[in-house]
Structure formats: structure tokens, C-alpha cells
């Protein structure tokens, strides 16, 4: 799987990722209010975000809850593209496609769970979470070796920016 996922991922322009199950474990906190909503998001990821934006790979997020703790947390890490609130993924990575004149094999999506099948199966590249729903595993061609909120986007991270020649280069201004 990961030699054919490789060659995927060097066409790769644009990354979108659900949220709940990928950018968090899963869980939904709810406090005493209606907007008292808590998800907590690992540093990890963030920092691989930060490395695709940095070596010119769009990231967007698609997700079918709506919530402002997306909202803050897309805006701290400058994701510009954020659709909230949208089950119909496929039809929401369809238009951010279109938006961009951009070739479905350029996009990668990464999700957990069966309302992200139908943008897995558009993208280019599909990549879900190791603890992803069977189905969602079956259909995916690159699964991350650990569990959504929990470091997965940045192994999506380091494999695209890996398979893409670009990783070296980024983690170079760290060392």
C-alpha cells in the first residue's frame, strides 16, 4: 500500500481533513451552555499543518459539525479554508476543487468515519487515522500509524512532505 500511497502523494497540492476522529480523538465536550463545546487538538498535528503550509501545501478542513472551537483553532494555524457544518463531504471537496481548477489526483483527504467516504473516494490520495471505521480503512490508500487527534496528521504530514522530497528541508530550520 505505501509504495502506490508514495507516488500519490508526490501530486499532492492540497490537503482537507475532517475534523472530529482526525484533528481530535473524537470526543465532544459539553458544558453547562449550548456554546460551551470543548475539543482538544494535539500540538503535533498543528505542527505538521504548519510544515505542508510551509513547503506549499494548502491545508482545508471539512467537517460536518459546526463549532468555534474549529474556528479558533483553524485560525491560530492560519487554515483559510474551512467548511463547517457540511455532511455532504464529497460535494463540499468537489467545489473547493472547482474553486481551485484544481485535478481531483492533487488533494488528499484525510478522514474517519463513513459520511468521509464519499470525499475519500474523489480524493487522489485517501488517508484515514489507524483507528478509522473498517470501511474507511478499506477505502483508504495510506493509513497513519496512530489514532486520529493523536498524531496523525502530522505522520500524513511527514509522509507527503517525505514522498514529496520536502521534508528534510523543513525539519532542517529546526536543528
Not at 479558533?72 to 481548477?101: C, F, P, S
Request: glycine residues 10%; aromatic residues 4%.
Amino acid at each position: 500500500m505505501n509504495g502506490r500511497a508514495a507516488q500519490k502523494a508526490e501530486d499532492i497540492q492540497l490537503v482537507a481533513l475532517d475534523v472530529d476522529g482526525v484533528l481530535t480523538d473524537g470526543s465532544v465536550l459539553y458544558g453547562a451552555s449550548d456554546q460551551d463545546e470543548i475539543k482538544s487538538f494535539n500540538i503535533k498535528d498543528g505542527l505538521g499543518i504548519k510544515l505542508l503550509q510551509n513547503s506549499g501545501i494548502e491545508v482545508a478542513i471539512i467537517t460536518g459539525r459546526t463549532s468555534a472551537a474549529v474556528a479558533r483553532r483553524a485560525a491560530e494555524l492560519n487554515i483559510a479554508t474551512v467548511v463547517q457544518g457540511r455532511e455532504d463531504k464529497g460535494v463540499a471537496l468537489q467545489a473547493l476543487l472547482d474553486e481551485r481548477a484544481l485535478p481531483a489526483f492533487r488533494v488528499a483527504y484525510m478522514g474517519d468515519d463513513l459520511p468521509d467516504l464519499s470525499a475519500m473516494k474523489l480524493a487522489g490520495l485517501a488517508t484515514c487515522p489507524n483507528d478509522a471505521a473498517a470501511p474507511v480503512q478499506a477505502a483508504a490508500d495510506w493509513i497513519a500509524p496512530c489514532a486520529g487527534g493523536r498524531g496523525a496528521v502530522r505522520a500524513l504530514s511527514d509522509f507527503l512532505l517525505t514522498s514529496q522530497g520536502l521534508l528534510a528541508a523543513q525539519l532542517s530550520e529546526f536543528q
